[in-house]
């Protein structure tokens, strides 16, 4: 036999047809499926940084200043708010860092904290069962210490080594710099 000889085409069958057809109908609605799917999981994915960038922001703990209440590296789910109260935990910024702490005092409170480290506001001794060891860490203001208006006076719960509102370098945050308070840990470490 010649290799140039052609051989004759035969004609597809109706169920080579059909079948051919469906396998381009099955991968046409494949495509679609998954442009679909995808579409959905980038929407669903924007929507959720929109809501936990402007309602629910998600941080981490970095560092021991917090515990036992929170340890390092453990993940919290904030609300975007200002309007904190005593002993809740929140996040503010300062020079472009997320601060966790707890809220002491509020505008107008005045604060005095002794050497042995026993904190009372307005006069009154605070019941703290968050803090381990009670001290008087390290402190550049004088007492009784008079909250500004629209600031808040915030401490870590290891008052041995947390940098917070005793110290001149924060002292004390106003409303504007609140990123919002603890709702709960989402992951913790320990």
């Keep these: 036999m010649s290799a140039n000889k052609k051989t004759p085409q035969t004609m597809p069958s109706v169920q080579q047809v059909e079948a051919e057809l469906k396998n381009i109908n ?20 924007a ?3 929109l809501i936990s960038t402007l309602f629910f922001p998600v941080v981490q703990v970095v560092g021991s200043s ?6 390092d590296g453990d993940i919290l789910l904030l609300v975007k708010s200002d309007k904190v109260t005593y002993g809740e935990l929140c996040c503010v910024s300062w020079q472009n860092k997320s601060l ?25 001794l605070l019941d703290e069962p968050y803090v381990e060891e009670k001290e008087l860490g390290r402190c550049e203001i004088e007492f009784p210490y008079q909250v500004p208006e629209d600031k808040i006076f915030i401490l870590g719960d290891q008052r041995g080594t ?5 110290s001149s370098a924060i002292g004390c945050v106003g409303k504007d710099q609140i990123i919002g308070k603890v709702i709960f840990k989402v992951w913790s470490k320990k």
């Design 47 to 49: 929507v959720a940084v």
């Design 100 to 124: 966790l702490k707890r809220v002491i005092g509020l505008s107008g409170d005045v604060i005095e904290i002794d050497g042995s480290g026993n904190v009372s506001v307005n006069g009154e």
């Design 66 to 71: 917090m515990e036992p209440s929170l340890n």
């Design 162 to 166: 947390s940098v917070d509102s005793r």
């Design 26 to 45: 099955h991968k046409k609605r494949f495509r679609s499926t998954l442009f679909s799917t995808v579409s959905i999981l980038i929407v669903v994915a």
